[in-house]
């Protein structure tokens, strides 16, 4: 297996259920890419990992691979003030005076509040002028939550990341209050999002930026936060586990690289993070792709056939239909194909020609794969090859539950892929997908066909016809179809005032938020 790195397994700190049982997705993508776990969440849960690395000095540094440990913040008071808070419409609704309210509601929510030792809320009363503005600052912040409309409990729910007091971890609260970690919509994403900015070339360059634009800013609305929160509160333990199986890789550093373009923006960052949630969507999604065509010898070459929707259907759509399906089915295939490597391996051929083979081969599999126990009695006396079957059947099904939903789920979440007008999902990117290629490709201006070929060079996008050559060579599309697909993007970004043409066979692509041009027509 020495056709990819892949890194010694860390040692869990916390108890053995911490860590996954059958070690074969991480190997190859890391511990965890996880479907439930949206870009946003990703964002939030690597926020929170970075504001408490920046608080020992440490941010996007690793001292050694594999071994980051990092205590977030939980924030509990603010939650139950914002999320399990069901007392302040009875309140409004009660017609008492200013005093009544703070009285009732105080005592309402000593009563109601989870996972808090001491629940004495009467601080807020010297922080508000009014119960009303205090019910007032609630409701903005209660609208401000990032995907608050699924059916979370409200240990789970989250703001926007106005600034440090706005960041903490996802929490399970029991009804008789105890506080713990919980994995469902803080899925290690994150963890493996800190790792792979922590391993590119430009890391230093990165935590700069964001220390300046996010850790540091004290902007009003962290302030109404801080004001709710009051003290902030950290977990108690450490957590520990993250995985990242590969200690430098391109996409580490073609996300930095973009990231810091966006920061550089003159924009506020409040406005540039969305950006760069789909740009970490993007890469991420990218990565997964990249590392499964590494399992295969002939190094499969990745790329996204991208439809721009146009009044005029062509074979693009259906080219793009099938880019994306094989994509999304590349994963499970490279998952199987690299458990059955194992059997080219002198280890395994050893164990075949033992006496006790089937005792050999479970020796074998478990060392590289955790699986299965090695006293498992009725795994011993199976044939090598029922032993790998067996495995080969629970690794797929394992991946099916998250690793194998994650490029569909993410590819649509970022405006990636649509079924839009198509009984078959293809890559046909959104505005807005489109808008945030723009502003992290663009230093001023670009020329269309340099922009064309920037897209398939750092994301694998197959847009105009120069892209297309192989597709074209092959037979499977005319190059009429993919300069007709490139015009109609051209267009698209006019009507999104993303692009003006000086003449027919000049055009430039602009980012908005740049006011000065580099590049000049040639």
């Not at 709710?228 to 995985?243: D, P």
Request: charged content about 25%.
């Amino acid at each position: 297996m020495s056709f990819m790195e892949i890194l010694p397994r860390p040692q869990y700190q916390e108890d053995s259920s911490t860590g996954p049982q059958l070690w074969i997705d991480e190997q190859i993508w890391g511990h965890r890419l996880h479907d439930e776990q949206t870009p946003w969440l990703t964002m939030l849960e690597f926020l929170g990992i970075l504001h408490a690395e920046h608080r020992q000095g440490r941010a996007l540094s690793e001292a050694r691979l594999n071994e980051l440990t990092y205590r977030p913040q939980l924030q509990l008071r603010l939650r139950n003030l914002l999320f399990n808070n069901p007392h302040m419409a009875v309140v409004r609704a009660s017609g008492k005076n200013d005093e009544g309210m703070w009285t009732q509601w105080l005592d309402l929510m000593s009563a109601g509040a989870g996972g808090l030792e001491n629940k004495d809320f009467s601080y807020l009363r010297d922080r508000f002028e009014t119960f009303k503005d205090f019910d007032a600052v609630v409701s903005f912040l209660q609208g401000s939550s990032i995907e608050g409309g699924g059916n979370k409990r409200w240990s789970s729910k989250f703001i926007f990341p106005f600034g440090v007091n706005s960041l903490y971890e996802d929490a399970k609260v029991s009804a008789s209050g105890g506080v713990s970690t919980d994995r469902r919509f803080f899925g290690r994403t994150g963890e493996i999002l800190y790792l792979m900015l922590c391993r590119s070339k430009r890391a230093a360059d990165l935590a700069a930026r964001l220390d300046n634009r996010l850790l540091k800013v004290e902007g009003p609305y962290d302030k109404l936060v801080g004001a709710l929160q009051n003290t902030a509160e950290t977990t108690v333990k450490e957590r520990a586990g993250s995985y990242l199986p590969c200690s430098q890789y391109a996409c580490f550093d073609h996300l930095a690289e973009d990231w810091i373009a966006v920061l550089d923006l003159e924009i506020p960052a409040y406005d540039a993070l969305p950006h760069m949630v789909t740009l970490l969507g993007l890469h991420i999604l990218l990565y997964q792709l990249a590392r499964a065509a590494e399992v295969f010898p002939e190094q499969r070459k990745i790329s996204l056939v991208c439809e721009i929707v146009s009044p005029k259907r062509s074979n693009v759509r259906e080219l793009s239909a099938n880019s994306y399906q094989q994509n999304n089915t590349l994963p499970g295939e490279a998952l199987e194909a690299f458990v059955r490597l194992v059997a080219d391996t002198p280890e395994w051929k050893s164990a075949l020609a033992s006496e006790e083979a089937g005792a050999s081969a479970v020796e074998v599999l478990s060392r590289k794969f955790d699986w299965p126990e090695r006293d498992d009695a009725e795994k011993v006396k199976a044939s090598p090859d029922a032993l790998l079957a067996e495995l080969l059947k629970a690794a797929s099904k394992r991946h099916k539950l998250h690793v194998g939903k994650f490029h569909a789920t993410w590819a649509r979440l970022i405006g990636l892929s649509s079924r839009r007008a198509s009984r078959r999902t293809r890559y046909a990117p959104t505005d807005r997908l489109l808008k945030t290629l723009v502003i992290c490709a663009v230093d001023g201006r670009m020329e269309f066909k340099e922009f064309l070929e920037h897209l398939h060079q750092r994301y694998g996008m197959v847009i105009g016809d120069r892209q297309a050559q192989d597709f074209i060579a092959r037979g499977d599309a005319d190059q009429e179809n993919f300069s007709d697909n490139a015009r109609w993007l051209e267009e698209r970004l006019a009507s999104l005032g993303l692009l003006e043409r000086l003449s027919d066979s000049c055009a430039f692509v602009k980012n908005p938020f740049k006011r000065r041009f580099s590049r000049e027509c040639t």
